[in-house]
């Protein structure tokens, strides 16, 4: 069995030793240009060129949660992708989640500023009642955030593509009831796959519906957000802040308003990073189901992008 690996961000030498000890009876290599034909393909935002060239896989893994990078190649035909289930992802995001929403609903930014001034300073409660989360996206990871923020005894609402049960959550599904959702919630959380029909969903009209004094987090990717948009309705006072992690141009480049408008804070996408040893424990597990015949978790659907 041969296994390539792949990875926009060039961390072969992260990688390959920890899959080559997790699938000891295969031959694992750094594709390159020409590379012999392989079973399996481990990859990070790949090229075109490597799909390709390598038309006879069995499955190409993703190494992250998004699979939008992939989504915008051609595909070899019949070949699934399949895409890390949590990897330790979501219990990072929803430490990030829940760290950036009570920052906001305690105040803690105002604080800060209050002390570096010398100043000992003191604000009424805000009351969670007034702060209904809602989380936009409830797949592995729009679950766990979900979970974690109902502890705190936020309201929570959600919002996917179909109908979904989560305990502890008001759902809402479909485009239909996207508007209901967005005006039962105050803090809106984005966690939704990129897709033709998600992109630009953060958008001047969306996020116009949300509670006077709304607060965006978004750590899903920057091309839910139209940057223009949301920067209109902080100036005018209908949204609070926002804290972003995820950008359209990554690193976010020096003059990008974000960088130093007063409501904004930004993080240098690090909401939830993949944990190497749980991913490469995850692939070669798949790897020997589908050796086996047995089904995976995490195979993506073209049509949906996710």
Avoid at 267 to 273: C, D, F, K, N, Q
Wanted: hydrophobic residues 45%; charged residues 20%; negative net charge.
């Amino acid at each position: 069995m041969r296994v390539v690996y792949f990875s926009a961000d060039q961390d072969a030498d992260k990688w390959l030793p920890g899959l080559r000890a997790a699938l000891p009876g295969a031959e694992v290599s750094l594709w390159v240009p020409g590379a012999a034909p392989a079973d399996y393909a481990v990859v990070w935002k790949p090229s075109q060129q490597l799909l390709d060239e390598q038309p006879q896989l069995k499955a190409i893994f993703n190494t992250g949660a998004g699979v939008d990078a992939l989504m915008q190649l051609r595909l070899p035909a019949g070949v699934p992708v399949v895409r890390l289930d949590d990897a330790g992802m979501s219990v990072q995001m929803a430490e990030y989640v829940c760290h950036a929403l009570i920052r906001h609903f305690r105040e803690f930014d105002a604080y800060e500023a209050d002390t570096r001034a010398g100043k000992w300073s003191f604000r009424k409660p805000l009351s969670r009642a007034d702060f209904p989360v809602g989380i936009l996206g409830l797949g592995v990871l729009g679950e766990r955030v979900a979970r974690a923020v109902a502890q705190f005894e936020f309201a929570v609402n959600g919002w996917s593509r179909s109908p979904k049960v989560v305990p502890g959550v008001q759902c809402f599904a479909g485009m239909a009831q996207l508007p209901d959702f967005l005006a039962a919630s105050r803090v809106l959380v984005c966690l939704l796959p990129l897709t033709p029909d998600t992109r630009d969903l953060l958008n001047l009209a969306n996020l116009s519906q949300l509670s006077p004094g709304g607060y965006v987090i978004n750590v899903a990717r920057g091309a839910h957000l139209v940057d223009e948009d949301l920067l209109a309705l902080l100036d005018s006072g209908h949204l609070a802040g926002a804290t972003l992690d995820v950008f359209r141009t990554e690193p976010l480049p020096p003059e990008h308003p974000f960088w130093t408008h007063p409501k904004i804070t930004v993080t240098p996408h690090t909401s939830a990073r993949t944990l190497r040893s749980e991913s490469i424990a995850q692939i070669a597990e798949k790897i020997a189901a589908l050796e086996l015949g047995q089904p995976v978790a995490g195979k993506v659907d073209p049509s949906r992008g996710y």
